[in-house]
């Protein structure tokens, strides 16, 4: 048996919502599963000191104007969520309920889709999210009770500290046999690594790896000086 290939994702990232739909014929094509882990993108970027594209006005405006595009060109509904950034952890949560079972794909569209398919309500309010659900034939009360408990909130921390543990830093990421893919635009190497024609071999991975730094970049000061 063949690995399945690991999504991590959060649905605060319209890049996750692209790669949600890219991943499952990227899979079938290589008769693989797909394994959806949710994780909070927000301590990705606390663990490494950075700031996320919603942080960086000039970025922030770029990348809904990228991923408006890169909707287009998939054929995806896009537009943008009541707000953003906004609070995720409940989809998250939701998300890793393992009461979901084979529902679990069919749960995280319709997350996504309110997220991120054009007129959204957004995932943060528990009565909407509740709503969604039972529209869909599930049982969303019983599952927004259950993804307030400890349990559902230990599983997407513990989600999230195993990603960052493999190498995860962004989202969507995707582990493909051991090997760690971040971005849709990755998408393509992750093509050719299932076909076995990984042009990067382990040597000269290493070359890089252990490259030196040559110039280290001071801080910027809250007055612009250094």
């Known amino acids: 048996?063949?690995?399945?290939?690991?999504?991590?994702?959060?649905?605060?990232?319209?890049?996750?919502?692209?790669?949600?739909?890219?991943?499952?014929?990227?899979?079938?094509?290589?008769?693989?599963?797909?394994?959806?882990?949710?994780?909070?993108?927000?301590?990705?970027?606390?663990?490494?000191?950075?700031?996320?594209?919603?942080e960086i006005p000039a970025k922030r405006?770029?990348?809904?104007?990228?991923?408006?595009?890169?909707?287009?060109?998939?054929?995806?509904?896009?537009?943008p969520p009541p707000a953003h950034p906004f609070n995720p952890l409940l989809a998250l949560r939701i998300a890793g309920l393992p009461e979901l079972g084979d529902a679990r794909r069919a749960v995280v569209e319709l997350l996504f889709r309110e997220v991120w398919g054009g007129q959204p309500r957004g995932v943060t309010d528990p009565l909407v999210v509740v709503g969604i659900l039972d529209a869909a034939g599930f049982s969303?009360?019983?599952?927004?009770?259950?993804?307030?408990?400890d349990a559902a909130k230990q599983r997407v921390r513990d989600n999230t500290e195993t990603a960052l543990a493999k190498g995860v830093f962004g989202v969507p990421s995707v582990e493909a046999d051991g090997e760690v893919f971040w971005g849709v635009d990755s998408f393509g190497h992750i093509e050719r690594r299932l076909q076995g024609?990984?042009?990067?071999?382990?040597?000269q991975f290493e070359r890089w790896r252990s490259l030196p730094a040559a110039a280290v970049r001071r801080a910027v000061s809250s007055d612009g000086g250094r």
Request: charged letters at 15%; zero cysteines.
């Open 140 to 149: 969303g009360a019983a599952w927004v009770e259950a993804a307030n408990g």
């Open 197 to 203: 024609r990984d042009p990067l071999d382990a040597a």
């Open 1 to 54: 048996m063949t690995a399945p290939l690991r999504f991590y994702f959060d649905f605060i990232s319209p890049y996750a919502y692209l790669g949600f739909h890219a991943i499952y014929p990227l899979a079938a094509g290589h008769q693989r599963q797909v394994e959806l882990v949710p994780i909070l993108f927000a301590r990705l970027l606390d663990a490494n000191a950075t700031r996320g594209p919603a």
């Open 61 to 79: 405006a770029y990348v809904f104007k990228d991923a408006f595009r890169t909707a287009h060109a998939l054929g995806l509904p896009f537009g």
